[in-house]
């Protein structure tokens, strides 16, 4: 829509000039506050030196503490203490109040997380895919998205880095990075809290820090755990015949359950959470940071809701072919004849449509049940998702005379895995499951400090990383007229090396000139073992090698299979651009970067065909932007746009294979290869104003306009298809009030509430398809606005708290996933509505 896009753009321009205006006026009128300039690198928030005013936000997107407004990047910054208020469980939720952020579960397993920034989003969750969103934990690259979905736990800050990233980071990313740092050790304090959580659903919650100097000024120790519970909110409701489609299977995680599934309750909560910090600070200038943390999580989730099935319909461009598969297996289970070899092509025609009439009519009857009541699903198997993770560090921070030299190592494991009733149905339609278990070791060495008497500040680092693991899953579909399990194993072997530096020039006091190269080096290798097990024969047949060979019991990755291949992906990436302070309170700033996301391989490859590299993606992004402060630091207002222009952009696409005789099914797989061009637009804007002594009111804000550029594959062209997870718009707006009681007493009062506009989750867009439009309506996430409280009386050491998560009870789907082969639409609702009290003692 020409109309959009030029709203879009002239409204880019027309924000920041406006805000350029505002910000120049405003600022000639008000009397400037100089900026602070002592905050300790430990720091996240600084009292104004007027206490009425905001308080300073401390980061570390340059790699040193600096105040947030002094920083020309768009980085959007939470305290702990933001967190709580807002109520944040998990790493997901941290995109609700950051404009241009969404999260999503992953498909495959919801202790996956996909992040989406400023329009671009890692589709697919696998170990051959690199994120287009970088997270760093306590400065320490997660390379995989497994396992990342966990407790926020004793957070000291989160900064959300928006742009492609690399010239200061371990990994290029082409979209942002996310950066989580947890609480040091303190040397001289000792101290610590306990809290209780009790809420709706049984929840129960229990929290424990404790700060322990061991040797004054020179050792300490800091201990964190919490433990997490709560009954399922989602009422599994099928008949007494619904059976699994795992019988016999022996290499699944969980099950087969042979008992009846009725009454269960699904959709859980039962994970827990522990790390210790020891900080040795060996001489006066250095320090040694040794931390470790696991993670835990067994729970019955996510209850997946059947939301509509398709007809078969053949499109001249076979990526929107839609099946007919389940309707047929459906119906043949409900009694209708299936069609006979011997039967005539017209006949066998007749028969198979019947079938599918019927098992439609009968699958979008459940459908429609399920759509009217929220608190239940139909599952004829039971789900489940763990992880478990282990990561450990030790961080080495000497002072030198030019700054200070870090060195950052880290070892990382993690243990996923996920059984889904994909489809969502009391019939056996569609059981697929994964399995991973990968480890990662990394090293960063990095320094920061000044030159010629302060006019450069500089950064350089030198980073390289190793991972090797399995990522598995299995696919079951229609199993009492499909007798072949499709397996997906592959071997990963990966290395990568980067060497960056960054620099800024100040050239006047009011003006600096900032830039940075890098250069990546990315050494993958895959061994896939992908094959077919055919349970009536216990065939196997693998994907890759031709021939077959009989096996005892079903294997998901048999030697027998394995073929390797070992790719090489290396670029450049840079940052060029300028800042200028126009007083101490207002800065305006341009910058243009390239980022770098590397190549990788299609683990899931049903054949030698798709078994093929795709290639990096790069991103060009320009971007200027306003930091501003006025009225004594009483008003924040932070603003900035955008346009990146992405090549080589990587998707994924769900598409059918070839049928295994004897069946003629096809079964499913997930291609990844690189779409070509894409084009994104944006405006982000944040706003913080202390209304009067007490009551502080924020809200932040963002437009984006994603658009295809060239989009084809072997298929033909696909530039007409959807943008896949980008709100076009979405904002949030929030209140703080505290105001002392009596003497040691403090009430605190927090409201929020954040909303995001309809969300493609499917690119499927084909107009000769007369299912099209109902196609996209359910494969749309509609509009969501959530709704959250807390308040809290403090007195002494003691607090308690009364908090509301969804206080509306908005209960729309936010993940829908479109099986093409197979022909269904399968969906996930937000959280219900839940609330409780939190008791917290201080010491």
């Not at 065939?539 to 027998?560: H, L, N, Y």
């Not at 009030?737 to 007493?745: C, G, H, K, P, V």
Request: aromatic letters at 8%.
């Amino acid at each position: 829509m020409e109309i959009q896009k030029l709203t879009l753009r002239t409204l880019s321009a027309r924000t920041l000039a406006g805000c350029s205006v505002i910000a120049l006026g405003m600022a000639s009128a008000t009397p400037a506050l100089a900026q602070s300039t002592g905050a300790e690198p430990e720091q996240t928030t600084t009292a104004p030196a007027d206490s009425t005013g905001l308080q300073e936000i401390i980061v570390n997107a340059r790699k040193v503490a600096e105040n947030q407004q002094d920083v020309p990047v768009a980085v959007t910054a939470f305290t702990g203490d933001d967190l709580v208020n807002q109520n944040a469980q998990k790493v997901e939720n941290l995109a609700a109040f950051t404009p241009g952020m969404s999260t999503r579960q992953g498909s495959s397993t919801p202790t996956a997380l996909t992040i989406t920034l400023r329009g671009q989003v890692q589709t697919d969750i696998l170990a051959t895919l690199d994120p287009s969103v970088g997270t760093y934990v306590d400065g320490v690259y997660w390379a995989r998205a497994y396992g990342l979905n966990g407790s926020l736990l004793d957070i000291k800050s989160v900064q959300v880095l928006k742009g492609p990233q690399g010239t200061l980071f371990g990994r290029n990313t082409t979209g942002g990075a996310l950066l989580i740092n947890t609480n040091d050790p303190d040397l001289n304090d000792f101290g610590g809290r306990f809290s209780v959580t009790y809420g709706r659903f049984n929840e129960f919650e229990t929290t424990g820090v404790v700060n322990l100097p061991v040797v004054t000024d020179r050792v300490a120790l800091r201990l964190a755990a919490t433990r997490l519970t709560r009954d399922g909110y989602t009422r599994n409701v099928i008949p007494a015949t619904a059976n699994t489609a795992l019988t016999g299977n022996t290499v699944v995680n969980r099950g087969p359950f042979t008992t009846n599934q009725n009454g269960k309750r699904f959709d859980n909560r039962d994970r827990w959470n522990a790390r210790g910090k020891l900080l040795v600070q060996a001489t006066d200038n250095l320090s040694l940071l040794f931390s470790g943390e696991v993670f835990d999580s067994d729970e019955t989730v996510p209850a997946r809701q059947l939301r509509f099935v398709t007809n078969p319909f053949t499109a001249a461009n076979t990526t929107y072919n839609t099946s007919g598969t389940a309707g047929l297996y459906v119906g043949l289970l409900n009694g209708s004849p299936p069609p006979l070899p011997t039967d005539a092509p017209a006949v066998q025609g007749q028969k198979a449509g019947a079938a599918i009439a019927l098992g439609n009519s009968i699958l979008n009857a459940q459908a429609a049940t399920l759509a009217a009541n929220p608190k239940t699903t139909s599952n004829n198997e039971r789900p489940y998702a763990t992880a478990r993770t282990y990561t450990y560090g030790l961080t080495a921070a000497l002072e030198v005379p030019w700054g200070e030299a870090k060195l950052i190592t880290s070892a990382r494991q993690v243990r996923t895995s996920a059984g889904l009733d994909l489809e969502g149905s009391s019939y056996s339609v569609h059981f697929t499951e994964g399995q991973q278990k990968l480890k990662q070791q990394s090293a960063e060495l990095q320094t920061t400090g000044k030159a010629f008497n302060g006019a450069i500040d500089f950064a350089a680092g030198l980073f390289a990383f190793h991972e090797s693991g399995h990522d598995q899953s299995i696919s079951v579909v229609a199993p009492e007229i499909n007798g072949a399990t499709s397996h997906f194993y592959g071997l990963i072997n990966n290395d990568s090396m980067g060497v960056y530096t960054q620099a800024s020039y100040h050239i006047t006091p009011a003006l600096t000139f900032t830039g940075g190269l890098r250069y990546s080096v990315d050494d993958k290798g895959l061994e896939t073992r992908n094959n077919n097990y055919l349970r009536a024969s216990k065939t196997t047949i693998c994907s890759i090698i031709p021939g077959t060979f009989v096996v005892a019991t079903e294997t998901v990755g048999p030697a027998q299979c394995a073929f390797r291949r070992r790719d090489s992906f290396s670029g450049w990436s840079w940052t060029a651009g300028v800042d200028y302070k126009v007083t101490d309170d207002v800065m305006v700033y341009a910058k243009a970067s390239k980022g770098f996301r590397s190549g990788g391989q299609n683990l899931r490859a049903p054949s030698t065909v798709a078994f093929l590299p795709f290639k990096p993606e790069t991103a060009y992004s320009y971007e200027v932007g306003l930091k501003s402060e006025f009225f004594n630091r009483r008003v924040r207002f932070n603003a900035a746009a955008y346009t990146s222009d992405i090549n080589d952009i990587q998707r994924s696409t769900l598409i059918a294979t070839a049928p295994i005789p004897p069946s003629t099914l096809p079964g499913t797989a997930t291609i990844l290869g690189n779409a070509g061009k894409a084009r994104i637009r944006g405006v982000e804007a944040e706003l913080a104003a202390v209304v009067f002594p007490g009551l502080t009111v924020s809200a932040s804000g963002a437009l984006t306009d994603p658009k295809y550029v060239k989009f084809a594959d072997l298929s033909g062209d696909r530039s007409f298809e959807r943008f896949v997870g980008v709100p076009k718009r979405q904002f949030g707006v929030a209140a703080d009030y505290s105001t002392e009681l009596m003497s040691d007493a403090k009430l605190s009062l927090h409201a929020d509430y954040s909303w995001r506009s309809d969300t493609a989750l499917s690119e499927y867009n084909w107009a000769p398809n007369p299912q099209n439009a109902l196609i996209q309506d359910k494969t749309t996430a509609k509009a969501l606005g959530l709704l959250g409280a807390r308040a809290a009386v403090e007195y002494g050491n003691f607090e308690l708290a009364v908090f509301g998560r969804n206080l509306t009870n908005e209960r729309k789907f936010v993940t829908n996933l479109l099986v093409a082969p197979v022909g269904y639409i399968t969906g996930i609702r937000q959280e219900p509505r839940t609330y409780g009290v939190t008791g917290t003692v201080k010491f």
